[in-house]
């Protein structure tokens, strides 16, 4: 019998839009799915985004939220500063 590891978390922003532009970001990063012991899936849902992971080990799980914890926190930046520009 083997184990597996269920994780499921969320992250709420300020708006709709910058959930969805998180989300549109992240899902191509999802749905290639390089993980070979873990499955992620992420859903929108208003101003959150949640996070399924399931895992044959937990250093399985601790990778794939590390990798999606990182494609967040990049787009998450790149949002911030592309905001603090003005385009003439």
């Known amino acids: 019998m083997s184990n597996k590891f269920e994780f499921q978390f969320y992250i709420r922003y300020d708006s709709e839009e910058e959930a969805r532009i998180i989300f549109t970001s992240l899902m191509p990063e999802i749905q290639e799915q390089r993980f070979e012991r873990s499955k992620a899936t992420v ?4 101003q959150k985004i949640e996070i399924n992971i399931v895992a044959q080990d937990i250093n399985a799980a601790k990778a794939t939220i590390n990798s999606i914890l990182r494609w967040i926190s990049s ?9 603090k520009q003005t385009f003439n």
């Not at 859903?43 to 208003?46: C, D, F, N, W």
């Not at 787009?75 to 905001?83: D, M, Q, Y």
């Open 43 to 46: 859903e929108l849902k208003a």
């Open 75 to 83: 787009t998450t930046k790149a949002l911030l500063i592309l905001s």
